[in-house]
């Protein structure tokens, strides 16, 4: 199975900074198929970016993502208070879909 | 907007069968969606369970696979997860989610529910 890796595992930020996330894939991946999540907890995760890059629904611009075959990258612009969380990537290239260990964007 | 709940036992015991439901609302199960289950151990990250069409077909993680059944009921529009011999190991908050079909991202979640395998 494919294996992500994420890093850092911890981000300490304050407000109106900006985050830089990295996905690491242990195989190359189809752009099409890695997606960003984002958690808080006691919610459940909520898809941010699908096909490596495009926001979805609802999403704000201050998220984006880019990459390519097994390096890829979450950019929030500028944090707002309600984005410190822990933020997931996600690949269904193959069989089984596989997460990563998941990155958590705390205040500094 | 599709709305996905889940239900079912809180606790399970050890070597029983973990079965939870999975409502679907603000759409059918026969869309273009694939129906899949997600779980979370406390504090941990996530593990794909496996998934169902609602043509019946199914595709599980290896991992589980000798202990996991994911089927669907049409006429009450849910799909379930069935997992047997369940242990401590199997503790998790449990999720169903879609995925549209030719997509490779969850863009539907339920809220999770908390089972845990305690005797």
């Known amino acids: 199975e494919i294996v992500l890796t994420q890093s850092p595992g911890t981000l300490s930020l304050s407000p109106g900074e900006r985050a830089t996330l990295s996905c690491r894939a242990s195989?190359?991946?189809?752009?099409?198929?890695l997606a960003w999540y984002q958690q808080k907890p006691g919610q459940a995760p909520r898809l941010l970016i699908y096909?490596?890059?495009s926001r979805a629904t609802g999403i704000p611009d201050r998220f984006s993502g880019s990459g390519s075959g097994t390096d890829f990258t979450l950019t929030i612009s500028r944090l707002e208070p309600e984005d410190f969380a822990v933020y997931y990537c996600?690949?269904?290239?193959?069989?089984?879909?596989?997460f990563g260990q998941g990155t958590k964007v705390e205040i500094k | 907007q599709v709305h996905l709940q889940e239900s079912g036992p809180g606790l399970v015991k050890p070597s029983g069968t973990l079965s939870l439901t999975c409502a679907v609302s603000?759409?059918?199960?026969?869309?273009?969606?694939?129906w899949n289950w997600v779980r979370q151990p406390p504090g941990k990250g996530l593990e794909w369970i496996g998934e169902?069409?609602?043509?019946?077909?199914?595709s599980y993680n290896p991992s589980l696979k000798s202990r996991v059944t994911i089927s669907v009921d049409k006429s009450y529009n849910q799909f379930s997860l069935k997992l047997s011999s369940v242990t401590a190991a199997d503790t998790a908050v449990y999720y169903c989610?879609?995925?549209?079909?030719?997509?490779?991202?969850?863009?539907?979640w339920g809220q999770g529910t908390l089972v845990t395998v305690s005797s």
């Open positions: 989610a879609g995925r549209r079909d030719g997509f490779a991202s969850f863009d539907y």
């Open positions: 603000g759409g059918s199960i026969s869309s273009t969606n694939w």
């Open positions: 169902i069409y609602h043509s019946g077909t199914t």
């Open positions: 195989q190359s991946i189809r752009s099409s198929h």
């Open positions: 096909g490596a890059s």
């Open positions: 996600q690949q269904y290239d193959s069989s089984p879909p596989t």
